[in-house]
Every structure is written in structure tokens, then in C-alpha cells.
């Protein structure tokens, strides 16, 4: 066992408590009342439903053991701290199927009709343009993939996207 | 793009989150995260033992939510099925979904994002204040959720389209 993978997920364990303690230790006080009144207003904007901030990591076992941490969700860092935006980056994974590319993502709460892929060489965009909720996110593909060849399919709030690889024949 | 809504939006519906000292926890979490993240990779190629347990099969989510909740009180909420442990992180096969809760006046909404379940395997009951979701199939989520009031279990209708899962539930009276 590694040290440094250990920490590394000793860290997220660290992460978890801090998390919760976040959770225990809201303190209003250190909020002047315009602030909470800013902050009453920003969550009675009701987008959709969900004018919340999201973040995660999600943590799977890659090709040969490594492990792949992806962050998603919607706040973002700035200069000026942490900042809740509308488009919220969705959950997705790459597998790697031998002449295939198959991405999975989790969309939950629109329609299959506005989601939007543009693939190009080795950069899949996807993007979805519901009015309620949006969500936005540019992949990085392990290799190159045909543009033409893009087959999607989305089912309760799941897309899967399988890509074939450039230079893999048909039947190969 | 500009649809028109209620209050502030000249910003698009973008929120500073940026304050108090719950906020500034925050986006220490997500700058350890990020760096985590960044060095995940790089370091974690040279070698590859390593143990989480669980890992091998499934794949770990771990997020949380932040939004004010009823009465204008932050509250932040779990979800993923990383839990910690005295042995350190473990990844479990049920997820804990985001939910939120609306006090709707007469009645509470709860929202829960479930994507990847049929609307057969799911199952809710409720009982005083207590709402439990949980769903079998190929994905497995489960949820206790804590109502801010007791409610009418006679009154449940759900609602269960792309991957969001809604349940109405009348106050008791």
C-alpha cells in the first residue's frame, strides 16, 4: 500500500468529518442581516427547483488500478470565493470498450431532446438547454473518436453515449 | 437564455455564496478537493495498491449540498455512498441521493434525484416525520429523510419522470 494513496484517501476521510462538522457548526452570527436576506432571496429563486450549490468527487478504479477522482456540481471557485452557478457540471464516467468509447452521465431532470453532444477529435461536449435545469461538461476522451459515428440513448435521467474510436474498423 | 425571473437576476441567476465563516469552510473543501484532485492523478499513476474498500466493484460519489433551508438556515446535506469509517473511507453499494424538501404551505415536496432506477423499483413510506426511500434494481439508493413537519401518510403521491422523483405529502393536521 502506498503512502501516498493513502493519504490521498485519508484525505477524503478528513474531507467526510469536515464536511459533517460544516453540517453541525452552521453559525448565523457571523452573517450581517443583509446577507441572510440575500441568501433567503437567492434560495426562493426556484429554478427548476434546485438553486442550490452541489459539489462532489466521484472516485472509481481506473485502468490498471488507478484510481480516477472527477469533481462535479455547481459552485465554483473564484477569487472571491466559492460561487453558486445555474449550469451545474453533471457525474460521468469513460469506459473504455475496446473499439468503443462508451460515456455515461447522469442527467437527471430533462429531456432527451435537449441534450447536445458535439464531439470533436478527442473532446466530447455535452450540454442541455431545459429551462429548468442545466447542466454543461467538456471531457477529455482517452483517444480520438469518429464524429459520425455518435449513438446516444437517455433513460431515467441516465445518458449513455458510445463513440467509436478513430482508426477502428467497422468489424475489426 | 434571459428568461425573466423574480428578484436579482440581473446577474444571471448566479449566487455569492462567498461569506461567514460556513462559506469559507466550504471553499476550503473544494480547494482541497480540487488539489486532490489535480494530484490524484499524477501521483496515484506511479503506483497501484491501494485499498478502499468496496472500490474494486463500484464506483465512489461523495458530494454534499449546500442551500438555505426552511426559516433561512444553511443547510448543508450528504450524499454519495463514500462512508467514513474508523478504518477510513469505504464505498458502500447503496448511494444516499440529493434530495431537497419544499414546504409548500399545505404541503411538503420532496424532491430526489435517483437517475439510472426504474419507477417499479422504487419504494417510499412515511411514517409521522420520517420519509424513507429506497430503491432495488441495478441501482441501489437509500434515504431516511427527516420532514420539517409530521405529515398525512394517506396523502403521498409520487411522481417519478427522467431520472426525478417527487413525493407530495399534506401536513397532518
Given at each position: 500500500?502506498?503512502?501516498e494513496l493513502g493519504d490521498m484517501f485519508k484525505g477524503l476521510g478528513d474531507l467526510i468529518k ?155 | ?40 492523478e499524477s501521483e496515484v499513476s506511479r503506483t497501484g495498491e491501494f485499498k478502499v474498500e468496496g472500490l474494486d466493484q463500484a464506483r465512489g460519489v ?112
Amino acid at each position: 500500500m502506498s503512502t501516498e494513496l493513502g493519504d490521498m484517501f485519508k484525505g477524503l476521510g478528513d474531507l467526510i468529518k469536515l464536511a459533517t462538522d460544516l453540517a453541525d457548526k452552521v453559525d448565523l452570527s457571523e452573517l450581517d442581516e443583509e446577507k441572510i436576506a440575500e441568501l433567503r432571496r437567492a434560495s426562493q429563486t426556484r429554478v427548476g427547483g434546485m438553486p442550490r450549490g452541489v459539489y462532489g468527487v466521484s472516485v472509481r478504479r481506473g485502468v490498471g488500478g488507478i484510481p480516477r477522482v472527477q469533481p462535479f456540481g455547481n459552485i465554483r471557485r473564484t477569487e472571491r470565493g466559492p460561487i453558486v452557478d445555474e449550469v451545474r457540471e453533471p457525474l460521468a464516467d469513460v469506459f473504455d470498450e475496446d473499439d468503443v468509447l462508451l460515456v455515461i452521465a447522469e442527467l437527471p431532470g430533462v429531456e432527451e431532446k435537449d441534450v447536445q453532444l458535439d464531439v470533436h477529435d478527442d473532446l466530447l461536449k455535452l450540454s442541455t438547454t431545459t429551462k429548468g435545469r442545466k447542466y454543461a461538461k467538456e471531457l477529455q476522451l482517452p483517444c480520438p473518436v469518429e464524429e459520425s459515428t455518435t449513438e446516444s440513448a437517455y433513460k431515467n435521467g441516465v445518458l449513455k453515449i458510445r463513440l467509436r474510436k478513430s482508426g477502428a474498423e467497422e468489424g475489426a | 437564455m434571459t428568461d425573466k425571473k423574480r428578484t436579482g437576476q440581473e446577474e444571471g441567476v448566479r449566487v455569492d455564496f462567498g461569506l461567514g465563516g460556513l462559506f469559507k469552510g466550504i471553499g476550503n473543501f473544494i480547494d482541497l478537493l480540487s488539489d486532490m484532485t489535480e494530484k490524484g492523478e499524477s501521483e496515484v499513476s506511479r503506483t497501484g495498491e491501494f485499498k478502499v474498500e468496496g472500490l474494486d466493484q463500484a464506483r465512489g460519489v461523495y458530494g454534499f449540498s449546500v442551500r438555505m433551508g426552511l426559516g433561512g438556515t444553511p443547510t448543508v446535506e450528504h450524499f454519495g455512498n463514500i462512508r467514513a469509517t474508523d478504518e477510513g473511507p469505504v464505498v458502500a453499494e447503496e448511494r444516499e441521493p440529493l434530495v431537497d424538501v419544499f414546504d409548500e404551505g399545505e404541503l411538503i415536496l420532496v424532491v430526489a434525484e435517483l437517475p439510472g432506477v426504474d419507477k417499479d423499483d422504487i419504494q417510499v413510506e412515511v411514517q409521522d416525520d420520517i420519509l424513507s426511500l429506497s430503491t432495488t434494481g441495478e441501482r441501489k439508493y437509500i434515504k431516511e429523510i427527516l420532514l420539517p413537519s409530521l405529515v398525512d401518510a394517506d396523502t403521498m403521491e409520487t411522481a417519478y419522470h427522467n431520472g426525478i422523483l417527487e413525493v407530495r405529502l399534506g401536513k397532518a393536521s
